[in-house]
Every structure is written in C-alpha cells, then in structure tokens.
C-alpha cells in the first residue's frame, strides 16, 4: 500500500521539479523531530529531573555520558543497516522506537532508568535518526549537497526555538513526566506519514539522477556510484583528521546545549530569559544556513571547516562573558552560527571525502566519534559546577582545543586518492 502512495507521488510531481526536494523537506522533519534526543531539549529538564530524582547536576552528567558512550557503539551497526535496508525503511523504525523511547523516560525513577533512558533517546535520536536523514540528502544530492544539506538542517534550528520553551511549558502545565509522553506522541505524528508515504532512498532507483540533473536517455546506463569502503576508509588520513576535528564539534556544542541555561543561571541570567536565548540561536542559525551551506560547495572543504571550528571556541569563550541581555543576544548570535556550521558539515564530509557508495557505515563510524564526544562533553563542566563552584574557566580552556583542530585541518586536510571530488573544494 505504502509502495503504491510513493509511486502516486512520484508520478504527480511536475517533472520539472526536482522530487529530490521534497525528500529533502521529510529529511528536514526528521531532524526537527529528532529534538528530544537533543541536548538543547535535555537542557530545561536537568533541574527539574535532578530535584525529583535526588541527584546532583554530575550524577546527572555521569549517567548521560556512559549511557551516551555505550550507545554510541551501536552506531557502525545503524549505518551497516541503513546501507543494507535503505534510509526510507530505518527512518521509519527509528521513529517508531524514538517514541516508545520518550514515552519510556517518562517513568524513570532513578539513576540506573535514567541512564538507560539517556541512552536510548540519544542514540535513536541524536545519533540514528541524523545519520539517516543525512545520508538520504546526501544520497539524492552531489553538486548542491552542502546547499541542501544546510536547508535539511534548518529542521535542527525549528527543533532549537521549539524543543526548550515547548519543555518548559509542558513541565509547567504537565510535569516533566508526562511531557516526555507528549513528546513521544508528538514524534510518530510528525514523521511516520511523511516517511512512509513520500520517501524514496536514492534518484537512480526511480531514474532519476542526484541534484535534478538530466535523467539517462533511454540505452543509457546510469553511471556508477563511486566510493571507499569504510575498511579503505579507516586507512587514510583524511578519516582521522575529520573525526579528530568532528569530535571536538559533537564534544563542545554538546556541552554548551546541556549547560546554557545551567551556565547563565549561574552568571545571575534568569531562568525563563536563558530558555529563551535557544531561539535567538535559532534564527541566527536560521540566517546564517543557506550561506554556510553554499561555503561548503564553493570554496576549499578544509578552510570552511576550520571557520566551523573557530566559532565554536569563540562560543565556548562567549558564553562565560555574558552579563546581560545585550552579551546574551551576542552569545546567542555566535552559538547559532557555531551550529549551522556543525549541522551542515554534520552530513557533508563524509561524501566529499569518502564517496557514498558505502556511505552509511562510513557515516556510523563518523557518528560513533561524535557520540561519544557528546557523551563525554558535558562531564567536565558538571564537575566543575560541582567541585569548583563555577564552569566558566573550564569552557575557556576547553576553547583551545577546537583552535588546534582547525590549524591542523588546514594545514593536512586532502581528499583521499581513488575519490572523485570537485578540484576547486581540494
């Protein structure tokens, strides 16, 4: 039934227009509903999680971070799959599971649940559902990748502006119990339609071809799918040098949407105006996408992704000068473009450097770096609220690390040999 509602859809578009946009509009909901498993929604629930439950912002950090870590081993798998079953089929199942998940956190009732909880929504949402949704873009984009992907990420901005004022509404109106459960519903609403009734995995399996370019005339074959294996992969520098500089991006951007409201709390920010700088971010996120996404497919890779690295630690240094509603604006403003570069390059480099023929283990083992820097980021500042009386030295110095990674990409960054790449991105 399915099968026949996406081929109806197919054949209604106008053939003029590229279908591969709509799929880039599903992959974009995907993101947007992939915000429970998101660290900005995570944010607004650590207060009220740690006074019902008992525990200290550490434990909590503790109990996100390990269950995060194990979680994210599980990742190489995911994308095993995806490239087995297609993103279409795993979009739909971790959807399903996402929900069931939200509405299972609801019921937690201490630091064991809780930690498995942690786990289960951010390896559903943080990590499967973005690496599916990315690979799917990238599958049905090439010359216009970093562009679309840039739009498909603007699903993380709606997700930053919703996810922690919708929390902190639903905790005030319902609880944080049941706003979990209304999250879960919420999430099998939104994307299990779409996905079931509009996705196709890749242009060439409906003859067509990625960013819209000319279908094969007819005798003409398709021309083949390049790529490294994630075993070719794994043997060349480019792999380590992205993951080295991708997980300092996961680690720190992670940390500051754990902590934002916990971190201007302690400045003397108030509580309702910190949950609110998220949509500030939002829409500089929201202003600034497009243009980091046409950064991406213009100009040299390895440049564009240092830019990335040096606004994340001209956020982290940000972040511990706010004084007031002005710096906070400020702060916001940099902190949105810091993620419209992470979520742009988030399903970018692995194609540019890699190829997607064997695109979903590839992004696994790339997602599994960048889970578990999520996992550990937000540890050193819970212990630095904890046993320091204050996190704003410890973010400082964390900022030099994303500064050694974009000099080092600079200076080291190519495209591995056997891959077909646009000479002026090298």
Request: with cysteine; proline share 6%.
């Amino acid at each position: 039934m399915f099968a026949s509602v996406r081929d109806a859809a197919l054949a209604s578009v106008n053939p003029r227009f590229f279908y591969g946009w709509l799929v880039l509009a599903v992959a974009g909901m995907a993101i947007f509903v992939s915000g429970p498993g998101q660290s900005h929604t995570f944010s607004v629930f650590v207060g009220p999680i740690g006074a019902d439950l008992g525990l200290s912002k550490s434990e909590i950090a503790s109990a996100y971070g390990l269950a995060t870590l194990v979680a994210a081993f599980l990742l190489p798998r995911m994308g095993k799959f995806v490239d087995k079953l297609g993103p279409r089929r795993m979009l739909a199942t971790i959807a399903l599971l996402l929900g069931i998940a939200c509405i299972a956190f609801g019921a937690v009732g201490g630091i064991v649940s809780l930690a498995i909880g942690f786990g289960a929504l951010r390896f559903l949402g943080q990590g499967s559902l973005m690496l599916t949704s990315a690979n799917l873009v990238a599958q049905w984009f090439s010359r216009k990748r970093g562009f679309a992907l840039s739009l498909m990420a603007l699903g993380f901005a709606l997700s930053m502006a919703v996810h922690p004022p919708l929390g902190e509404w639903l905790i005030e109106a319902y609880g944080w119990r049941w706003a979990w459960v209304i999250l879960g519903l919420t999430t099998w609403l939104l994307l299990l339609p779409p996905v079931l009734l509009l996705v196709h995995n890749k242009p060439e399996a409906v003859g067509l071809r990625p960013d819209g370019d000319a279908a094969p005339a007819e005798g003409e074959t398709q021309p083949e799918i390049d790529g490294l294996d994630l075993k070719q992969g794994l043997r060349t520098p480019a792999f380590y040098l992205l993951t080295l500089g991708w997980f300092a991006i996961a680690m720190l951007v992670t940390t500051l949407h754990f902590y934002q409201v916990s971190v201007l709390n302690h400045i003397g920010v108030g509580r309702e105006i910190a949950a609110r700088v998220f949509p500030i971010s939002a829409l500089s996120m929201v202003l600034t996408m497009p243009l980091v996404g046409r950064m991406f497919d213009r100009y040299k890779t390895r440049y564009v992704f240092a830019a990335g690295l040096i606004a994340l630690a001209l956020a982290l240094v940000g972040i511990t000068l706010v004084r007031d509603l002005p710096t906070a604006v400020a702060y916001a403003f940099v902190f949105g473009v810091t993620n419209a570069f992470s979520m742009t390059m988030f399903g970018y480099l692995m194609p540019r450097y890699f190829g997607r023929k064997h695109l979903g283990s590839l992004q696994g083992a790339g997602q599994l770096v960048a889970v578990v820097g999520a996992s550990l980021g937000p540890l050193p500042v819970g212990l630095a609220f904890d046993f320091l009386g204050s996190p704003l030295l410890t973010l400082q110095l964390l900022a030099i690390y994303p500064v050694i990674c974009a000099v080092i990409a600079v200076l080291f960054l190519r495209t591995p040999a056997g891959v077909s790449h646009p000479s002026y991105l090298e």
